[in-house]
């Protein structure tokens, strides 16, 4: 007889509807923006523009994934200034 480990998908919701969403960061895009993942249920979360948090849609990825690579960019060009 197989058991099942895995926790049903309904008892993170309810937990998360009673209690509220666990988050933590699960990526820094900037010093600012941020994603986040709730450790119950799995919801994803970032910041949008005006510094709130908003559901993380494919669209929210790519415009994230954009903004960590111009700020990186931005981060390697300080430390070479600041080399030479």
């Known amino acids: 007889m197989k058991i099942s480990t895995t926790k049903p998908t309904l008892m993170p919701k309810v937990y ?24 119950n249920c799995k919801k994803e979360l970032t910041t949008d523009s005006n510094g709130k948090l908003v559901e993380l849609t494919a669209k929210f990825k790519e415009i994230n994934a954009i903004l960590e690579r111009i ?10 200034k600041m080399f030479a």
């Open 16 to 39: 998360c509807n009673l209690f509220g969403h666990d988050y933590q960061v699960t990526r820094k895009v900037t010093y600012h923006v941020k994603e986040y993942t709730c450790c």
């Open 71 to 80: 700020h990186s960019a931005r981060i390697e060009r300080s430390k070479q």
